[in-house]
């Protein structure tokens, strides 16, 4: 088993990585000396594959559990059903103690964990994450929320879990693209803070994509690690934790251009890594090899790192309305060698324009 720790004073946790962990789901939650009954949040996809399993475990360790699903789609991490959520929680009657279970991808993680920080103001909360997406990222850190109409993400907090419990096992289910864009977010460590994970990948591309339990466990104990450092250094985003966006100023442009419809995250985010690399070497910062080994491995997980027909322009206007706009300044992480990067401020348009065009139509 790999243990990764989240340092945060009396608010510190741990994340256990380990194939089947999910069987000693009770043994683990009942460590934390909480109330016998338990919350589980799910959706119907996961609930459908794991959810009798999940309950079986607990109740071995006399632990009771309640449920309460939420249908399945990023539409759904809204205050409606986070409203709904707090609806179940009421009829079930949950004390302080009741630990919550947000048991899912980083749909579920987001909102589960959205109302287990204002229920009651605030109950502990487990996550056992589901896609390797919110294995590697979302279930780490804190960060909860449900989208507005208008904007992702913008109703939310920080609170953190008191553990995770990461079973690789869950990823076989997990369709191919889902798993891609979670390996677009492994890449993505790799590019900010550590070259010989990138390397790692770039030597197990195949294995990982076969579900290798090893190197699944390698990778992404090797990414809690890092995120994990890194928020236990800067949780509220003040400053080194910036460096977790690389590749999202583009990538959520073109996310919320395209409604949240035609990307996954990760995928849009492999468009962004590229650009922002692109921006890097315009700018003298970063070698034009970095960018090339960066290309060759998102085609090999099976990443486009190109787009089409979106306009450059619009790409422009929706990084301007992103919610990590500073002080009206647009804000990239550029990296200057696979392994490190820099947060950079004020950049010539043109220069963002061209590092744009040049994935535009890109041959595939
Ligand atoms: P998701 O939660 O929508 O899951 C993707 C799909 O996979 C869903 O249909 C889900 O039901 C299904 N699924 C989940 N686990 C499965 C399994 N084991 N087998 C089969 N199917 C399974 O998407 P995601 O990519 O995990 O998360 C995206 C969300 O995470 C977005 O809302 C994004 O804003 C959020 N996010 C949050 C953070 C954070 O720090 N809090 C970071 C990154 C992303
Ligand atoms: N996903 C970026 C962060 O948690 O800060």
């Known amino acids: 088993m790999k243990i990764v720790k989240v340092f945060l004073g009396d608010r510190s946790y741990s994340i256990y990585i380990k194939a089947d962990i999910l069987r000693e789901a009770g043994k683990y939650i009942k460590e934390l000396n909480l109330s016998n009954r338990v919350l589980i949040i799910t959706n119907p996809t996961v609930g459908g594959y ?19 699903e939420v249908p399945d789609g990023e539409e759904y991490k809204s205050l409606e059903y986070a409203s709904y959520l707090y609806d179940k929680m009421i009829s079930f009657k949950l004390d302080r103690n009741t630990p919550v279970i947000a048991f899912g991808g980083g749909v579920i993680g987001d909102l589960a964990g959205f109302v287990t920080a204002t229920f009651m103001r605030g109950l502990p909360l487990i996550q056992i994450p589901t896609t390797l997406l919110s294995q590697v990222d979302s279930s780490v850190g804190g960060k909860v929320a ?13 609170y953190q879990p008191k553990m995770v419990l990461i079973d690789v096992n869950l990823l076989r289910t997990l369709p191919g693209r889902e798993l891609k864009s979670g390996l677009s977010e492994v890449i993505k460590y790799g590019v900010i803070k550590d070259k010989s994970l990138f390397d790692y990948l770039k030597e197990n591309i195949s294995k990982i994509k076969e579900l290798n339990r090893e190197c699944l466990e390698e990778i992404i104990a090797r990414s809690c690690k890092i995120k994990a450092d890194i928020v236990s250094r800067d949780e509220r985003e003040a400053g080194v934790r910036a460096i977790l966006n690389y590749g999202h100023t583009v990538g ?64 422009i206007k929706a990084m301007w309305l992103d919610k990590k706009v500073l002080e009206e300044k647009l804000r990239f992480v550029l990296p200057v060698e696979i392994g490190s990067v820099i947060i950079k401020e004020c950049i010539d348009e043109e220069i963002i324009k061209k590092a744009i065009k040049m994935q535009e139509e890109k041959d595939d």
Do not use: W
Not at 60 to 68: F, S
């Open 50 to 68: 794991y959810l009798n399993e999940l309950i079986k475990y607990l109740k071995e360790y006399d632990l009771i559990p309640c449920i309460a």
């Open 252 to 315: 959520h442009a073109l996310e919320s251009i395209t409604k949240y419809d035609k990307y996954r995250h990760g995928e849009a985010i492999a468009v962004g890594m590229i650009v922002e690399s692109n921006m890097a070497v315009e700018m003298n910062l970063f070698d034009k090899n970095g960018v090339v080994e960066q290309e060759d491995l998102f085609k090999e997980t099976g990443l486009k790192i190109n787009f089409r027909n979106i306009e450059v322009g619009s790409i």
């Open 146 to 158: 449900v989208n507005h109409p208008k904007s992702k993400n913008m109703i939310g907090s920080f």
